[in-house]
């Protein structure tokens, strides 16, 4: 278990949330979010996922302005009651870092079944350091990701909006079925 859970809600996060928006920009994120020079078909992928995320709340590719005000919005955990981040060991490799990613998603399914709505939040990796600061963090602990947690609202776009997914038969085998 090479994770360490943080939730916070009330004036915990509130002050948190401060923290975190008098903080100067970090230079880079806490660890590489994604390879540098994504091939394909990641990169198309990502490309395409951004567009059509975008697109669902009105905002076209030109305004760059507009889009950063957006995934700002990630700061105040899209203004969800609770926050919660995730850190681990940085001396951690790939076979703990996926056992992370399958705790993030198994608190993800629970809270749905208790009514909940979530949102994974990989954006404070580029935001760790006041983060790491207003936790307390020991040095090798690195923040993962966080996660915003309470109701969506049905009625804003971006809550409609889905990924798109490639074919099942282009990224499954299945043989012997």
């Keep these: 278990q090479p994770w360490h859970v943080h939730a916070l809600t009330g004036e915990p996060l509130a002050q948190l949330l401060r923290a975190v928006e008098s903080a100067p920009l970090q230079e880079e994120p806490e660890y590489a979010v994604y390879p540098p020079d994504l091939w394909e078909p990641y990169r198309t992928r990502r490309f395409r996922n951004a567009e059509q995320l975008y697109a669902s709340i009105g905002i076209p590719r030109e305004d760059k302005a507009a889009r950063l005000r957006q995934m700002a919005k ?3 955990f899209f203004g969800a009651p609770v926050g919660i981040f995730l850190s681990v060991d940085r001396r951690m ?3 703990q870092w996926a056992d992370l ?3 993030l998603q198994t608190v993800m399914l629970l809270a749905v079944e208790q009514g909940l709505d ?6 404070w990796a580029f935001r760790s ?3 790491a600061r207003f936790l307390e963090l020991a040095p090798e602990r690195m923040l993962f990701a966080g996660i915003a947690l309470g109701w969506r609202d049905e009625s804003a776009p971006i809550n409609q909006w889905r990924t798109e997914r490639d074919p099942f038969d282009t990224w499954a085998e299945m043989r012997g079925f």
């Design 74 to 76: 990630n700061a105040s």
């Design 93 to 95: 490799g790939p076979p």
């Design 101 to 103: 990613g399958i705790y």
């Design 118 to 123: 979530t949102c994974a939040q990989e954006f």
């Design 129 to 131: 350091q006041p983060v």
